[in-house]
T-cell receptor, first 113, second 112 residues
């Protein structure tokens, strides 16, 4: 079955610094990959998704992610982090039909002044 | 605002009891998914309905059941509650199988 690993439980970055959150997936075929963000007390908001095509995907709030099949990775990046980006970030993989997603455990992002 | 409405926001109940969580999907969305989020298990897919029919089951206990009604709202029924059922329960909806999920803000269930 498809699965997702987010190796970093917590990450702390300074405001204005660049950010990269790691995500590795396990799936035989080309997966559907997603990044979601969850602010405290809120539901999950979709940042971006990859189905096929261009391996560099642009999302909302200045985020991007790159699909690397050779590394089974789909890392999330942002060039300059803002304090409002502090939240929990989830990588997810789906197998298509039915669209039931398997989520990683999440990475908690802390942004320091 | 995702457009997905979940009620109630908070629910506190005792072990052995039964509760019903309600979800109204975004207007026009035919698919409804239920997820459970707990500290130890993370986000776990429970069940998926499409236009009233069950499409897929995940890690859903036999004590749990769900249904999607003709007006497309969905209910998740949790019975014989145990302490370990305390979690955030999310509903998500999408237009179809190829569209991203939109999540509600969840129902926080506390079993005492």
């Amino acid at each position: 079955a498809q699965s997702v690993t987010q190796p970093d439980i917590h990450i702390t970055v300074s405001e204005g610094a660049s950010l990269e959150l790691r995500c590795n997936y396990s799936y035989g075929a080309t997966p559907y990959l997603f990044w979601y963000v969850q602010s405290p007390g809120q539901g999950l908001q979709l940042l971006l998704k990859y189905f096929s095509g261009d391996t560099l995907v642009q999302g909302i709030k200045g985020f991007e992610a790159e699909f690397k099949r050779s590394q089974s990775s789909f890392n999330l990046r942002k060039p300059s982090v803002h304090w409002s980006d502090a939240a929990e970030y989830f990588c997810a993989v789906g197998a298509g039909s039915g669209y039931a997603l398997n989520f990683g455990k999440g990475t908690s992002l802390l942004v320091t002044p | 605002d995702s457009g997905v409405t979940q009620t109630p926001k908070h629910l506190i109940t005792a072990t052995g009891q039964r509760v019903t969580l309600r979800c109204s999907p975004r207007s026009g969305d035919l698919s409804v998914y239920w997820y459970q989020q707990s500290l130890d298990q993370g986000l776990q897919f429970l069940i998926h309905y499409y236009n009233g029919e069950e499409r897929a089951k995940g890690n859903i206990l036999e004590r749990f059941s769900a249904q999607q009604f003709p007006d497309l709202h969905s209910e998740l029924n949790l019975s014989s509650l145990e302490l370990g059922d305390s979690a955030l329960y999310f509903c998500a909806s999408s237009v179809d199988d190829l569209s991203p999920l939109h999540f509600g803000n969840g129902t926080r269930l506390t079993v005492t």
